[in-house]
């Protein structure tokens, strides 16, 4: 029988890491899936895909609980990363659209 090797336990630190980590990524790929929805995707970079997404999933948390829209249990990335593209694509339209208005008058 094999002995299991003990884990050194889990501090703030470690778990605050881990949230950072796992917000950039949610919000990486979110912000880049909706900048392709959006046609922006030419113009944004690595850090403004990010910037989008994590501002995207403020948004997404705001109308998902104003509408009274529950996300599916599942993977905790998939429901988060789900929000936060429809709260970054709703922003990116916005933005569109303030940038349209903004050229006509």
Excluded: K
Excluded at 2 to 29: E, K, M, N
């Amino acid at each position: 029988m094999t002995q299991l090797a003990q884990s050194a336990p889990v501090t703030g630190t470690d778990v605050g890491l881990r949230l950072l980590i796992f917000w950039l990524l949610a919000g990486g790929i979110a912000g880049w899936l909706a900048s392709l929805v959006a046609r922006t995707g030419d113009r944004m970079g690595c850090l403004l895909n990010i910037a989008v997404g994590i501002v995207g999933a403020i948004i997404g948390g705001w109308v998902f609980h104003n509408l009274g829209v529950s996300v599916p249990q599942g993977h905790p990335f998939i429901d988060t990363t789900a929000v936060a593209f429809v709260g970054a694509t709703i922003l990116l339209l916005l933005l569109r659209l303030l940038a349209h208005l903004g050229r006509r008058y």
